[in-house]
Structure formats: C-alpha cells, structure tokens
C-alpha cells in the first residue's frame, strides 16, 4: 500500500500564489508518472498537470504558463507550484501516483493511489 499526504492549499486573493507538496510512502518499489488532479462538488475530477519519473511534464491548457509541476524521486514528493492564481482555479486538489510496491509474499504490484485532497480557494 502508498500513502499519499498533500499539503499546502489556502485561501489566496486573485493573482496570488500557492505551492502544493504531496509526498508518497509505503512499500514504495518505483513511482512512475505522479500528477495533480481538481475536482469540484458536482464535477468530474479533472487533470491539472503530470510528470513521468523522468520528468517530462504535460499540463491542462487551462493551466498552462501559470503552473508549474515538479518532483523530487529520492523523497518520493511531487510539487504544484501555482502562480497567477485565478477564481475559476478553486477546487479540491488530488495527489496522483502510479506506484509499483513489494508484496509481502513476494512479487509486486502496480496501481495507481490517491491522496485526500486540499483545499484551493482564490478570491476574486
């Protein structure tokens, strides 16, 4: 199993920024591709931006030149930074990681895990 804990959501005004950090762990063999996701009541989840192990990143048009996603492998911990941040962008933020883990009787297993989500308010 991996755990995902996200942190850094807020409440920002209008043109403000906010990084989010979200850090995995568990019996963690490889982390592929991690991501960030958002999610309003009554929406469906939507991508915001990923990056594969070997950083190659790929972002939501919506998104696109204000965000920026990064990773750090060795602390297993993917970044959002958001700058220019915009009332439309207030949502519920999720943690994405595509993992591969050690099975306790041997062999391994991939999924994909989810965090549980913080809060991004922007004020106009």
């Known amino acids: 199993q991996v755990q995902l804990v996200e942190s850094g959501g807020g409440l920002v005004q209008a043109g403000g920024s906010l990084r989010l950090s979200c850090t995995a762990s568990g019996n963690i063999v490889r982390i592929n591709a991690m991501g960030w996701y958002r999610q309003a009541p009554g929406k469906q989840r939507e991508l915001v931006a990923t990056?594969?192990?070997?950083?190659?990143?790929n972002y939501a048009d919506s998104v696109k030149g204000r965000f920026t996603i990064s990773r750090d492998n060795a602390k297993n911990t993917v970044y959002l930074q958001m700058n220019s941040l915009k009332p439309e962008d207030t949502d519920v933020y999720y943690c994405?990681?595509?993992?591969?883990?050690?099975?306790?009787?041997?062999?391994?297993?991939?999924?994909?895990?989810w965090g549980q989500g913080t809060q991004v308010t922007v004020s106009s």
């Open positions: 990056i594969t192990s070997d950083g190659n990143t």
């Open positions: 994405n990681a595509d993992a591969v883990t050690a099975r306790a009787l041997g062999g391994m297993s991939a999924r994909g895990y």
